[in-house]
């Protein structure tokens, strides 16, 4: 016997709920959501985990960002721009990627390519993306992170996971949040569901890509979000086929498959340290 049939022999009984934070909260809602779709094609039931919170492109957005220099406008990034000073200054655009094609990237200027085992999440709404990048880009600079990436588009900043730090260490990570927690009082969250909460409002969240060696098929990307949507969507849907034979619902099923994977779904961080080797930027 497998998959959802296969619980109770495996003596899998129903998580408890999280009290964790706002982000393990938001992550169970986004996972219940999955469940209640109708629809039976893992990655596309995958992509739907990974960008629950998303922001809907309203007529009130699409026309404030309409184009490009709308864009760059709206972000302080245009030419004298309060954000392209210290751009222009201390980091390097690079070009556009295959790998990444929905987001600009930058390398700090100088610097070669730096392995990084962590990922730093900002979250800002995105009426406050811009002042937020006015507070992180010179706190980036002077801490001599190596890279970070930050969504191209308007689509992109209406992601929750909009604005990405790469961290070589574990002790950069704290020093990093312990530079930025204090100056970004003022700044409301949207919230990454899937990252290991920082902050309790959700503004800061951290995260590691798995070894690309742990993709199960040539479908599934390497980031850590994605990596854990596409587990739990193959999860949801096992379940979902063989409803009668467990207690567990479909959600509960999908965490308690997280947990056997090695994920620790009240933190949804990798309980597996060896995760944390360097790797390159992406």
């Keep these: 016997m497998t998959g959802a049939g296969a619980a109770k ?6 998580p ?19 469940q209640a779709l109708e629809c039976g094609h893992a990655p596309a039931l995958s992509a739907r985990l990974y960008f629950y919170n998303r922001i809907p492109a309203s007529p ?18 245009e030419a004298g721009g309060v954000n392209r000073q210290v751009l222009n200054h201390e980091w390097t655009l690079l070009a556009a990627s295959p790998d990444n094609p929905d987001w600009l990237s930058w390398r700090a200027r100088g ?10 999440y900002l979250s800002p709404r995105c009426e406050d993306l811009r002042e937020t990048l006015r507070i992180v ?17 308007l689509y992109g900043i209406l992601r929750p996971d909009k604005f990405v730090v790469y961290v070589p260490t574990l002790e950069q990570l704290a020093a990093t949040v312990n530079a930025l927690l204090p100056k970004l009082g003022g700044v409301r969250a949207h919230g990454i569901p899937f990252t290991a909460e920082i902050d309790a409002a959700g503004l800061m969240s951290w995260g590691m890509d798995p070894p690309r060696d742990e ?16 587990r739990l969507a193959v999860a949801l849907l096992a379940a979902k086929e063989l409803p009668a034979e467990t207690e567990l619902e479909p ?23 060896e995760w944390a080797q360097t790797r390159d930027e992406g």
Excluded at 9 to 14: E, K, S, T, V
Excluded at 60 to 77: E, N, P, V
Excluded at 251 to 273: H, S
């Design 111 to 120: 610097k070669p390519r730096t392995p990084s085992a962590y990922k730093l």
């Design 9 to 14: 022999m495996m003596g899998l009984c129903a």
């Design 251 to 273: 959600w509960q099923f999908a965490l308690q498959r997280m947990k056997i994977e090695g994920v620790d779904i009240r933190t949804w961080t990798p309980v597996n340290v």
């Design 16 to 34: 408890e709920q999280s009290d964790e934070g706002r982000l393990a909260r938001l992550s169970l809602q986004a996972l219940q959501y999955g």
């Design 137 to 153: 880009l010179p706190v980036l600079t002077e801490l001599d992170l190596p890279a970070f990436k930050l969504a191209r588009d």
């Design 60 to 77: 009130r957005w699409t026309q404030r960002i309409h184009t490009r220099r709308d864009f760059a406008d709206y972000l302080g990034l």
């Design 215 to 230: 993709q199960l098929s040539a479908w599934q990307g390497t980031s850590w979000r994605r990596w854990v949507t596409d």
